[in-house]
């Protein structure tokens, strides 16, 4: 049991660490100042450089997560387990 927590919270840390990584590389990158396009080259501003997502969610996570709660809590009632158990012979 806690070789299994342990290994939960190791792999957390690295997920967290790869994305802090990540968006620190991100964050780095600049544009030139010039930039070859289909139309031949051109400056860099004319390039959309936002990257933030300008539209919400259609789906409130909440929303979601309720909707799994409630799908889970059906298919356990739906079909139970059977309560039954077996002895097991030595």
């Known amino acids: 049991m806690l070789r299994m927590l342990f290994t939960i919270c190791a792999v957390a840390a690295l997920s967290y660490a790869a994305s802090h990584l990540e968006n ?23 390039l959309s450089t936002d990257l933030s997502p300008t539209k919400l969610p259609s789906l409130h996570p909440f929303l979601v ?8 809590l059906f298919v356990l ?14």
Do not use: N
């Open 24 to 46: 620190a590389q991100a964050d780095r990158a600049t544009l030139p100042q010039w930039v070859r396009t289909v139309d031949g080259w051109e400056p860099a501003t004319v």
């Open 65 to 72: 997560a309720g909707f799994e709660l409630g799908a889970s």
């Open 77 to 90: 009632l739906a079909f139970p387990g059977s309560a039954t158990r077996r002895a097991i012979a030595p």
